[in-house]
């Protein structure tokens, strides 16, 4: 009679490649008796690359103990050098909204989170204007008003430090926030802060980019969500996606064609990271 | 100094999903100095479902003989009752292309054999129509007419599976052949066989496809490749995808869209296919 | 000095094609000093078919008066045996929702309206589920529960179009309703009821899709929206899209996926209607 | 008894917007016996911006003769200061084709001209390269092998415009040629040179576009086809399409992806430009 009580947890692995990782791997977990339920594997370049791997696997209820499993394996990790992490899949990332006036991207990850498509727990959005305080606080979320200005910056970002560790917070969603980060700020979750950005990157970096594209008659719209980084815009891609328009747009259409495909592509990013299948090496991103 | 001679090896698994599998196949490949350069693996359910997995491994030139390790492998097959095939990645499999008057389909797969992106031999095309035999014959390959009629049908097919023989296929493309294969025909190449069909499936099945689509207004134009069963038009699909239309366009341009979205179609699942990156459970397939 | 207050309007017409009518539609306007912005005009086979234009023009403030010329069109109009509407820009359009106890296409098109991309008044929503009144109010927006059971149907059809007539709606969105309308209500509203449906048109009509797209093993996932006639789903196509899908999403991801794609989807229709950009001919939409 | 010998002609026009102007194009038509088939507008601004539209009209076999109503319709022209072009869509353009070593762009060309889904003529290929000869030269069409070198490189230039004006061209296509033209032989075919971008422009400008796409991890792959400027891939865009790809994708794999996506684009291109279906105005296309 199955009772289907098992615990579900996951394993991200970035090391050198080297003969015998997933033999080690795989056969560590059979001893704990997990079964493996998905594995994927990415080597950059099979003599000396990089070796990056994703795995899910199933405890039994009355087998071996989470915590005791993560502990044993440290020795496996530290024999090839990995740089590592294990997680139960019942444990909800707690994830940070940053939002400045623009509500179409926060809205999309409050309802995706509501309807149960997103397994995260959301335990504060942080704006520089008060104007969505109402709309979050109506999801039954707190709100912190946290102006900025050139001179308050610093304290500003302090601040929303303190709040973000006082929430125990895991990663940090720019949800169209507008301002940039200080190093000390970004150096303090890294890559742990996603943003979405207003283009098909690398392409219209800087202000006015439906202007701009307006003025090229592009035929595409795009945007790209990526992890934040000491470089403005140049961050590791995690998702791009892009809208068709034509020539009848306007500037203003163009804007709304681009705040529809930033939902979309910010939507699945903050998935991909929520569900640990992202993989940060470099500047580029392993998706799993 | 690297000598960058390794070899390359694919195997494919399919079987029931038991605990162990994983950690034997990798610790097995370890024994035999391989290098995992990717896994993929797949469970339709892990406590009592399938279990699906595609390694890419590397052989060392100067260590095990691929066939010492293909022999080697059929104890650990036989112990978890694997239905499973290991192949050297330099063997190009043959592939065989039917085609009727049509030329897109078979001409996308020749250009892309030429030009090195479709890693396969193609010794024969077979086509019931003389009209496409200089066309082939310009690239140096043989082209067999074998005329079908209702009565000579089975004499036809006959006549084909003695060519395939002889050529010693691995696969057959139908590339627009519009002929109905009978059941023996398709029994001879279970798994074997790859259709492209003038729509989304399901949907618009049987004959005058855009005529329909003309009259019910459609706004995208879709193709399904898929592996031929008995079932016609009910096989395991392996690749789909659309191209948008409007109003504006007349029967004969939503064919001309039909034939460019079954090009990218069938030309895809043709790669995945000669990369064995393809299983086939029941009536669905696995894509790795 | 600018004064940019001319006055916005919108011609559709439908007629048989005869020659002139492109020349006596743009005389007409030139003389009352309209000067055309925008003009689109598709013909289904220009010796003897139909024709369908669609004109957007603006009227000088301080010029003729729009029921004026509104009114003077009417014998062009006749000379001509056209179908036709002629409304201003300006005049938003009353927009009544009906959903089930889903929210996402709801939610969809209640945030487009909040953020001005969508240009329509919502006097009112309506559902056979209590469940979303709280949702819909908290946007200032009237709610109406109106239970459907068998026996009870007649009524609750009845006490619908009470309510719709009592609201001047003008067109009927079935965001997610599930229940099927009757003949005498959808003829109440001819070529103005929007459905999604939950699959990409003709495929997979009935209960189930999802399940029945996972055992399929489909590798996109569509949803179309069109307008509501006696036949079920058989009503004329005004969009559909999809998303690309894999082995690996369970049924209820490719749920997900098709909420997602089923969003997108009645939007872009809704808006498109709310733009006067439709003109429904037969089982067909010219989408303008 | 219905003869279908009409005659269909186009009509393209860019002037700047002024009240009466569609009424004048149409009245004029009418008074000529033409049947308008198809007819598109923009205008930039209806309060003094650019107008641009595009008619396609059938004229009466036994009617009024083509060259007679074009030299008739300079008057109309005159008065409003069109810059305009009218021709018959019987006219099939003729298109030199210019290549360097790469084929699949010129292929994907030469293929959809033989199966009749492009509507020109190709009365020459010209390349830098001879390794193309024998392919062009099956298909019955003139190569024409111009070397060039840095020191050559106005001789060979002015060798290719000899060429193409002994075989009285139309329009040429850049497909993958590789060179940068000088100003002086843009200017000799202004807005009628098509080249083909390896990237989704504005973006990875400059050589090794794949390498910087590997390095920066990007999720699409993306291709511009525009016409050709003095400055350098910054000529009016006529198309963009683009490809999803993953981490997985090794710079070579997305090479294939590229070169798939750029004959999408292209022959988009050539199509819409070969059916007089674009208008270039300032650094923008608008595409009928």
Known sequence: MSTN???????????????GVVSAVSTFLHQYKANIVQSDQYSTDPSGGMFFMRIEFDLFEDGY??????????????????????????RRKRMAIFVSKEDHCLLELLWKWRAGELAVDI?????????LKEEVESY????????????TKANAESEAITKLHEH????????????????DFVGTFPKRII?????????????NPYAKAFERGVKLIGATAHYVTDDLDEGPIIEQ????????????????????????????AVTWHSNDQIIVHGNKTVVF
């Not at 335990?123 to 104007?131: A, G, M, R, T």
């Not at 895991?170 to 980060?181: E, K, P, S, T």
């Not at 996606?241 to 699945?268: C, F, K, M, P």
């Open 168 to 183: 125990d917070v895991d990663f940090i969603v720019l949800a169209r926030y507008m301002q940039i980060l200080s190093s």
């Open 123 to 131: 335990p504060l959005v942080i704006s520089n204007h008060p104007n």
């Open 140 to 151: 039954g979320i707190p709100f912190y008003h946290i102006p900025v200005t050139k001179e």
């Open 195 to 207: 943003n979405i950005h207003h283009s098909f990157l690398p392409a219209f970096i800087g202000a």
């Open 65 to 90: 103990d989470f915590e005791e499993v993560k502990k044993a394996f440290t020795s496996v990790a530290s024999s090839f050098e990995m740089d590592w992490k294990m997680d139960l899949a019942s």
């Open 5 to 19: 009580t098992n615990i579900r947890a996951r394993l991200l692995i970035s090391c050198l490649d080297r003969p």
């Open 241 to 268: 996606d892009i809208l068709r328009v034509n020539h009848r747009y306007t500037t203003e259409q163009l804007r709304v064609a681009g705040r529809n495909v930033e939902r979309i592509a910010l939507s699945r």
